[in-house]
């Protein structure tokens, strides 16, 4: 089945510094690719997506590309501020097994804490 | 334009009982999606349903049933709870089946089972 691996966190840096989130993926089918943030007490919010293999999604900074050859979708940000301290979710949807009807297949998430 | 709302924020129950989480989709959205997030897991897919129906369902067993009103809104309902089902509980609008279109999450329920 579907699945997705994620770097074990908590992930700690200081404010400014580059970061970078893995994340893998198995797959039966063309998968689109996501990453949600879930900020403290809060629902998961939509950072990013990429629904074909060398797309790059971005937004607030930060960015993925979806990598077939490496089933890879790592999320990057160049500079990071305190604001950004949430838990980073990857995430799939298996286009071929199921569309939107099997739902996303989650990893575990990355807990990511910005230091002053 | 409202978001999604789940009511209640946190519950109680007790091992054997039966509860009942409600979902209020975002304005214009059609299609509703439940998911279970465990301590320190990322969340599973339940079901989802679309216009009253349901429309896909994850590994999770029969006691795990739903319902979609004609306003779009929806229920999750769970029979005989077990101590594994304390999980926080999300419910995410879209505005059709297909995932791409992109989900608005709640914030949640947090169910405990004694």
């Known amino acids: 089945g579907d699945s997705v691996t994620q770097m074990e966190g908590p992930v700690t840096l200081s404010e400014e510094a580059f970061l970078t989130i893995n994340c893998t993926y198995t797959?039966?089918?063309?998968?689109?690719l996501f990453w949600y943030v879930q900020y403290p007490g809060e629902g998961l919010q939509l950072l990013l997506k990429a629904t074909k293999a060398d797309d790059k999604g971005s937004n607030k900074g930060f960015e993925a590309t979806y990598r077939k050859e490496t089933t890879s979708f790592h999320l990057e940000k160049g500079s990071v501020q305190v604001s950004d301290s949430a838990v980073y979710f990857c995430a799939l949807s298996d286009l071929v097994s199921g569309g939107g009807a099997d739902g996303l297949t989650f990893g575990k998430g990355t807990h990511l804490i910005i230091q002053p | 334009e409202t978001g999604v709302t789940q009511s209640p924020t946190h519950l109680i129950k007790t091992r054997g009982q039966q509860v009942t989480l409600r979902c209020s989709s975002q304005s214009g959205h059609n299609t509703v999606s439940w998911y279970q997030q465990a301590l320190g897991q990322g969340p599973q897919f339940i079901f989802q349903y679309y216009r009253e129906e349901e429309n896909g369902r994850g590994n999770f067993p029969p006691r795990f049933s739903g319902l979609q009103f004609p306003n779009y809104s929806s229920e999750l309902n769970v029979n005989a709870l077990e101590l594994d089902d304390s999980a926080l509980y999300l419910c995410a609008s879209s505005l059709g089946r297909e995932i791409n279109y992109g989900y608005t999450f709640g914030s949640g329920t947090r169910l405990t089972v004694v």
């Open positions: 797959a039966t089918g063309y998968p689109s």
